[in-house]
């Protein structure tokens, strides 16, 4: 890695929400070894610091951890503003906490299904709202880990189809209205990523996983790391003109099942 690649991040400041744990902290251990000051919050206080800790030890980097219910808008505002007094006020902001379960819809209880689009879709706009009022500078980027099922409908996720979906509209809303202000929101929209939450609850067995896997064009699951290099380029001028978009990052998961002899590539020679 070259010297001007490792010091990529160098002049940002992100805050990371769900940033102690799986596709967030990926991001998070990505940015802060390329130079990015870096603040990961999320409800629990101890795996914040400890994912905090962690980082500092990985990368060498400046990595403070915070505390907020993504769901408590005043909650989230105040530790902005502290964060903004320790490492300055960001100029990438990720949405990413989020929650799931597997359940039909006459399985869903009004509160559970209330609690998942209260984390992923009011807690994303509480934590971009919190972020624009600190009075964020042209070129800020503001991403939102959103995913498939934001547009593509299944099978006992209504709940998570419902959150996501309206995350992708509200990123494209804020583009329109924050654009004139040099400030770019988007989404990210990962496939199954090993080794996280999502894809252990989704894909519980062995025989599943594969199947996911057989299914998607570049058959591999993705990593944590693929999500921040895809975080890393909106966030950099490479990015600079790319407002209100959902951009996939699944291996191709969501062009269609991949699986058929059909569509076995022939070997060369």
């Known amino acids: 890695m ?3 690649h490792e010091k990529q991040l160098a002049d940002r400041v992100a805050f990371i929400s769900g940033g102690s744990s799986g596709i ?5 251990k ?21 994912a905090a800790a962690s980082l500092v030890e990985e990368t060498g980097g400046i990595v403070i951890p915070g505390n907020a219910d993504v769901r408590d808008p005043a909650a989230v505002a105040t530790l902005f503003a502290k964060s903004a007094m320790a490492i300055g006020k960001p100029n990438i902001v990720i949405a990413g906490a ?28 509480n934590i971009f709202r919190a972020a624009y009022d600190l009075g ?7 991403i ?17 189809c419902a959150a996501k979906a309206g995350i992708n509209m509200l990123v494209k809303c804020l583009a329109l209205e924050w654009g004139q202000a040099g400030i770019r929101v988007n989404a990210i929209s990962p496939g199954p990523i090993e080794g996280t939450e999502g894809v252990e609850r989704m894909a ?8 996911w896997i057989e299914r998607t064009a570049l058959r591999r699951f993705g990593t944590p790391a693929d999500i921040g290099e895809m975080a890393a380029f909106i966030s950099s001028p490479a990015g600079a003109y790319v407002t209100g978009t959902i951009l996939d990052c699944d291996g191709g998961m969501k ?9 076995t590539v022939p070997a060369r020679g």
Not at 116 to 121: E, H, K, P, Q
Request: glycine fraction near 12%; avoid cysteine.
């Open 144 to 160: 939102a880990i959103t995913a498939p099922q934001g547009a593509q409908p299944l099978p006992f996720q209504a709940h998570v």
């Open 24 to 28: 967030n902290l990926g991001i998070a």
């Open 204 to 211: 519980p067995t062995a025989e599943t996983k594969q199947g």
């Open 30 to 50: 990505l940015f802060a070894s390329r130079g990015a000051k870096v603040m990961v919050f999320g409800r629990d206080d101890r795996k914040a610091r400890n």
């Open 2 to 4: 070259s010297d001007s």
């Open 136 to 142: 964020l500078a042209p070129g800020a980027s503001l």
């Open 255 to 263: 062009l269609g099942d991949a699986s058929g002899d059909l569509l």
């Open 98 to 125: 989020a929650g799931n379960f597997v359940a039909p819809a006459t399985g869903i209880s009004p509160n559970g299904f209330k609690t998942v689009v209260d984390i992923d879709l009011l807690g994303t706009f």
